[in-house]
């Protein structure tokens, strides 16, 4: 039976409602979700939403979470390398990096796990497992591009938070919903935040 286990990081790029939502979605679901916010992650998200924490409060009075009678939400601080989800022996479905910095984009692909991040997402690379990335700067140099491929070769998905029009967005929170649809199908959850493309 696959896991019900989701690691979610939220690192120090702009865009950090992409990560409030992907949490507040999945854990409308029955799933574990293992959290790690970075300092700076930590840091945005009180510069742009008036995230002051505990998580799962915050969600539910912002992101209109309830969350599912299954769900659990365990919390962990990036400098602790015990962590379950430091260690290959921890089954998990995949894990998202939402939004993912540049910094942390270099450590992945530098292989330099000197934070819980950065060390799950060397896990996932090298146990085969899903590892989706929300890369967002603009514009991006040479090192960043490098980066990418590096590790998009490697296995990562590299999604990057850039908004489409054609499904015509009316709001910030449509541009949001219709990147972590994607991002939700991508881990083959089903999900009403985007309609799929008709055609019409
Ligand atoms: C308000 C603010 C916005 C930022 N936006 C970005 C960004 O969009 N992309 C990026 O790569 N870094 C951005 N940074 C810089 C990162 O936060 C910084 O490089 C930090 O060291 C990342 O560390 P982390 O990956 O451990 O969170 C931003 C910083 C601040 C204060």
Known sequence: MPSNKMIVAITGASGAIYGAVLLAELLRRPVEVHLVVSDYGRKVMAHELGFTGPM????????????????????????????????????????????????????????????????????????????????????????????????ARAGAVLHPPVPAFYHRPESVRDIVNATIGRVLDHLGISHDLAAEWSGD
């Open 56 to 151: 799962l409060p915050f969600l539910e009075s912002e992101f209109e979470l309830v969350p599912h009678e299954s769900s659990l939400l365990k919390e962990y601080s990036a400098d602790n390398l015990f962590a379950p989800p430091a260690s290959g022996s921890f089954r998990h479905a995949g894990m998202v990096i939402a939004p993912c910095s540049m910094k942390t984009l270099a450590a992945i692909a530098a292989g330099f796990a000197d934070n819980l991040v950065v060390r799950a997402a060397d896990v996932c690379l090298k146990e085969k497992r899903p590892l989706i990335l929300l890369p967002r700067e603009t514009p991006l140099s040479p090192i960043h591009l490098e980066n990418m491929l590096k590790v």
